[in-house]
Structure formats: structure tokens, C-alpha cells
């Protein structure tokens, strides 16, 4: 099994925080990440969002169509609004190649709002989880017959935070729901990628490779601040650069015969953490981690 390798715009500008990279062209975010080694892209606010578009500029810089995140609301929407909803989204992955959705549910969510420390995110109820997953795979089983698995992303700041949060979202929805596993979520969180991995590994289909440095991340959690505080920090940076040991966990991806995306995605201020340098740094570090796990990379353009 081959794996690709691709990168979130994140690392140039960045969606929940605007102002950061503000004034970066998508343009360069393409070239830069092709020329760092990147195979595809995910989604951000400056891409175009018709398909023949967003082929097209794609295609320019010899790029993959990776995924693209979509802002879940099922604790507020019935079954067949979060259907209307995601269907744009929907066609444009499909149109563009891509297999495979980024989704969060976001309802209450905090993580875009500075002044919010984390402490204060939602959180579902126990009764309530067996409806939400109930309602959860119906979408993920219609987004299926389109040909695009939905990824699940455990995110800060949202209803599923932590490994507990995971353990009851797997518990409750069906196979139809894929995982993403993002190394850097998981760590912030108190979790451990090995453990969800070890327990959930056949429904990830969809990785982040965000390092955590714990320093910074100890810092945040005592003076409890915003996601997006912690981030302007640098609690993010790219694999390798932190200290997440990622040997293991792409060894482990390796005996789960995980064929999808690594994908880098490392909130930074790009004021401070130059684009193409930690686009480079982390493109380079997946490469001697992969080849120390055994995991067999697919190179740029296949």
C-alpha cells in the first residue's frame, strides 16, 4: 500500500483566524507546497468553490485535491438539512477527485473565538449521543453512495474533544463514518494517537500530522486559554519539529495497511514560522519517519 503525502493551507493562511496570512496569494501557497514536495492540498478560505476552477488552479501547480473541511450541524439540523447542506461540498470533492471529507460538528463550537478559553466548550449529554451518531451516519452513509467517506475530525474547542469523545462517536455511529486522526488534537487533548489508533485504527481514514510543543501546550492549559491564543503561542508546528514521536504511529498505520493522505497541518503565524521553511521541514521529516516505519510513500504527482 502507498501513501500520499499532502499539506493544509493552514500553514500559509489561515481560516479561523484571518488575519493571519492575510495577504498571501493562493498562488503561492500552491507553488511553495509543490515546491516543499507536497502531492495535494486540503481546502482553505482562498481556494475557489467551482469545480472547474478549482481543477483548474490545481492542476496548474500539479496538485491532488485532498479534502476540504465541512462545518457539521446536526445537533441543530434534522438528517435532511444537513443533507441539502452538505451537498455543494460534496460535489466539489467528488468532482476533484477526492474520496474523502473532513467533517466536524460544530454547533456551540469555540475554537474560532479568541476571547474563549477552552475550558468553556460544548459538550453533549449522554442521552443525547445515541440520536447524534444515529443521525451522524445517515449522513456519512449518504455521502458514501457519492463516493466521498466522511473523516470525522476530533477537534479542540468542539463537542468531541477527547479520546472519551471518540470512544463514544465510534461507539455510535457506523462503519460508514471514517476517523481522522490528528496527532496534534489528540495530544492537546490529554490523549494519546497510539491508544486511538490501537482502538479505533480500522475506521481512521484520514490523517493530521500536527506536532504539539509541550511547553508551550503546558503554558496554555495553565493560564487556560483560547484555542486560538494558544496557537498565536506556537503550540502547533510541523511533525518533527515538536515532540510527538511519529515512528510508531506510522509504523502503526503501516500494519493497519492505511492507504490515504498525511496530511501537515500546523497552525502557525506565518509572520513567524516562514511558510516554506516549516512546509519543507515538515514534508522532509514525514519522509525519514515513514522510511524508519517501514510505510511506503508515494511520490509527488502519483
Not at 104 to 131: F, M, N, Y
Not at 254 to 259: E, F
Not at 272 to 300: C, D, E, M, S, V
Request: aromatic letters at 6%.
Amino acid at each position: 500500500m502507498t501513501v500520499r503525502v499532502g499539506i493544509n493551507p493552514l500553514t500559509w493562511t489561515n481560516d479561523d483566524l484571518p488575519s493571519l496570512g492575510a495577504d498571501t496569494p493562493l498562488t503561492q501557497c500552491l507553488s511553495e507546497g509543490r515546491q516543499a514536495g507536497f502531492a495535494g492540498f486540503e481546502l482553505g478560505n482562498k481556494f475557489p468553490r467551482q469545480s472547474e476552477a478549482l481543477n483548474t488552479v490545481l492542476a496548474e501547480h500539479d496538485l491532488a485535491l485532498i479534502s476540504g473541511w465541512f462545518s457539521g450541524e446536526l445537533l441543530t439540523r434534522s438528517v435532511e438539512e444537513e443533507i441539502v447542506a452538505i451537498e455543494d461540498h460534496l460535489q466539489l470533492l467528488k468532482k476533484g477527485g477526492s474520496t474523502v471529507m473532513v467533517y466536524c460538528e460544530v454547533t456551540g463550537a469555540i475554537h474560532g473565538a479568541q476571547d474563549t478559553p477552552l475550558s468553556k466548550r460544548p459538550t453533549i449529554a449522554p442521552a443525547d449521543w445515541a440520536k447524534f451518531g444515529e443521525r451522524l451516519t445517515q449522513v456519512a452513509d449518504y455521502c458514501l453512495s457519492q463516493g466521498v467517506r466522511l473523516a470525522y475530525h476530533h477537534h479542540m474547542g468542539t463537542v468531541v474533544e477527547t479520546s472519551d469523545d471518540i470512544d463514544l462517536l465510534m461507539t455510535h455511529t457506523g462503519d460508514s463514518l471514517g476517523l481522522l486522526l490528528d496527532s496534534g488534537h489528540i495530544t492537546y487533548a490529554g490523549g494519546d494517537p497510539m491508544s486511538v489508533l490501537a482502538k479505533h485504527g480500522v475506521r481512521i481514514n484520514h490523517v493530521h500530522t500536527k506536532d504539539v510543543r509541550l511547553s508551550v501546550l503546558q503554558d496554555s492549559k495553565n493560564r487556560n486559554l483560547s484555542f486560538l491564543d494558544s496557537v498565536l503561542n506556537g503550540v502547533f508546528t510541523v511533525p518533527g519539529d515538536g515532540d510527538i514521536d511519529y515512528t510508531p504511529i506510522f509504523s502503526a498505520l503501516n500494519d493497519l495497511n492505511y492507504d490515504g493522505w498525511l496530511v501537515v497541518e500546523a497552525e502557525q503565524d506565518p509572520a513567524i514560522a516562514h511558510p516554506l521553511t516549516y512546509a519543507t521541514l515538515g514534508f522532509n521529516n514525514i519522509q525519514k519517519f515513514a522510511q524508519q516505519a517501514g510505510l511506503t510513500l508515494a511520490q509527488a504527482g502519483v
